[in-house]
């Protein structure tokens, strides 16, 4: 493919929209990140790079953290995964507790905040908080090859300090019985993993086993079996943006994962993985330019799912 024509049509459309949205303050640390950055990264199986604008500066990656944590927990534990968390998109904000209480304490999947803290939860009752994290950082710096992707740990701490709802969260599922250790020690973990810095180079890179059956095509090391790799595409497809995931799938049509961040990571089966960032927010949490971006992609590349 001739990507120059793409890259400019991406630069293009996503001109007149940079600095739109609006950048997440309810964690303070977040807050003071520069409206105005747009980076983005194509990774190809081949390795191949392809980058727009501030490719390489890191942000916080916030929630598109829990698909990691998901491919962890199916490596790990297998089709016991979903007995303490559902597959269903929620319809609800990421962060909303209503369904909660009629579901028992199981969430509806893995991607919205209460399914990402059980599936820590799990992580964390096989080993160890600090475990978790260790290997989580471990496995991204292997994948990208970058030692230097580390925690923001201001971030982190800023996140556990306004983190009421995520502990309401934790505290009423462990009224049901589905955490299996102390809320305070899951959600040290939950907080640490979604404030790791990567750039949309790193993570690009760091997933591209999504795009390739589950094994990287490039150091060959098969991340998750091949069915859940399928399946973890299929969560991201219907639950990847909370009540906006309809609405990305009609417009962009991949299996994708937003972050408040700013970060967006979608996976294009068979071809690559794109990483986009730009801190504007719409409603749900998805970056605006990010979507921009894809959207322009997918016209450009026919890499859509739906093609
Ligand atoms: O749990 C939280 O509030 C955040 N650390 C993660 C939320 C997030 O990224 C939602 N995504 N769009």
């Not at 990691?68 to 929620?90: H, I, K, Q």
């Not at 579901?103 to 803290?117: F, Q, S, V």
Request: glycine share 10%.
């Amino acid at each position: 493919m001739d990507w120059k024509p793409v890259l400019a049509a991406i630069e293009a459309a996503t001109a007149p929209h940079i600095g739109s949205g609006k950048v997440a303050d309810y964690i303070p640390a977040l807050a003071r990140v520069d409206p105005s950055k747009f980076g983005m990264a194509v990774v190809l199986g081949s390795g191949e790079m392809l980058t727009l604008g501030d490719s390489h500066e890191p942000f916080s990656i916030q929630s598109i953290s829990k698909v990691f944590t998901l491919s962890m927990a199916l490596r790990w534990f297998g089709e016991s995964v979903w007995d303490r968390v559902g597959r269903e998109p929620s319809g609800s904000a990421f962060n909303s507790i209503i369904q909660l209480e009629n579901e028992k304490g199981i969430p509806r999947n893995p991607l919205i905040n209460a399914g990402a803290i059980v599936i820590t939860d799990m992580l964390v009752a096989a080993s160890s908080a600090d475990a978790v994290v260790n290997e989580l950082i471990a496995r991204l710096r292997r994948f990208s090859g970058d030692e230097t992707i580390k925690i923001d740990e201001e971030v982190a701490e800023s996140e556990s300090a306004t983190g009421s709802r995520n502990r309401a969260l934790a505290y009423f599922m462990a009224s049901f019985g589905n955490m299996n250790n102390s809320v305070e020690e899951s959600l040290g973990a939950y907080f640490r993993q979604c404030a790791v810095r990567m750039s949309c180079r790193q993570l690009a890179r760091a997933a591209l086993f999504l795009a390739f059956d589950g094994r990287d095509p490039i150091t060959r090391e098969q991340m998750v079996s091949r069915e859940y790799c399928r399946r973890i595409n299929a969560v991201m497809m219907s639950c990847g943006h909370y009540d906006n995931s309809g609405d990305f799938a009609y417009r962009i049509g991949l299996p994708g994962k937003s972050g408040v961040g700013g970060g967006i990571l979608a996976v294009a089966p068979g071809h690559g993985v794109i990483a986009t960032w730009s801190p504007g927010l719409n409603a749900a949490g998805t970056s605006m330019v990010g979507a921009v971006a894809l959207e322009e992609l997918v016209e450009a590349t026919g890499w859509s799912v739906f093609v």
